[in-house]
C-alpha cells in the first residue's frame, strides 16, 4: 500500500487547510485511515482517524476544529482543518491500518503562522 499526501502549506492563525492523502496498491475494504503529526523537538502524535465504515476518532488538539472524512470509492482519506494556531505547525503524516499492517505516508507540513 503506497499513501500519498497533499495539502500543506502555509497559513495565517485562524485560517484553514484541507489535507488529501490517496492510497493505492494492494486495497482491504476492511481498515482504518487517518492522520497523524509530529512537530519539531515532540513525539508524533494522533490527530484524527476513521474506519471503512465511517466511524471518527479524534485527538485532543483537533476535536471541535478538525474533520475527517473519507471517499471509499477514491480510496482517499482528508482532514479538514479550521482555526489554526501556530501550535498546529507540524509535519502531517497519513497513516492506514490494513492486512494487519501499518503503513505511513511521506508526510506533508503545515506551517500556521502568527
Known amino acids: 500500500v503506497q499513501l500519498q499526501a497533499s495539502g500543506g502549506g502555509l497559513v495565517q492563525a485562524g485560517g484553514s487547510l484541507r489535507l488529501s492523502c490517496a492510497a493505492s496498491?494492494?486495497?482491504?475494504?476492511?481498515?482504518?485511515m487517518g492522520w497523524y503529526r509530529q512537530a519539531p523537538g515532540k513525539e508524533r502524535e494522533l490527530v484524527a482517524t476513521i474506519t471503512n465504515t465511517g466511524a471518527a476518532n479524534y485527538g485532543s488538539s483537533a476535536k471541535g476544529r478538525f474533520t475527517i472524512s473519507r471517499d471509499n470509492t477514491k480510496n482517499t482519506v482528508y482532514l479538514q482543518m479550521n482555526s489554526l494556531q501556530p501550535e498546529d505547525t507540524a509535519v502531517y503524516y497519513c497513516?492506514?491500518?490494513?492486512?494487519?499492517?501499518?503503513?505511513w505516508g511521506q508526510g506533508t507540513l503545515v506551517t500556521v503562522s502568527s
Open positions: 497513516w492506514r491500518y490494513s492486512d494487519y499492517s501499518n503503513y
Open positions: 496498491g494492494k486495497i482491504d475494504i476492511r481498515n482504518i
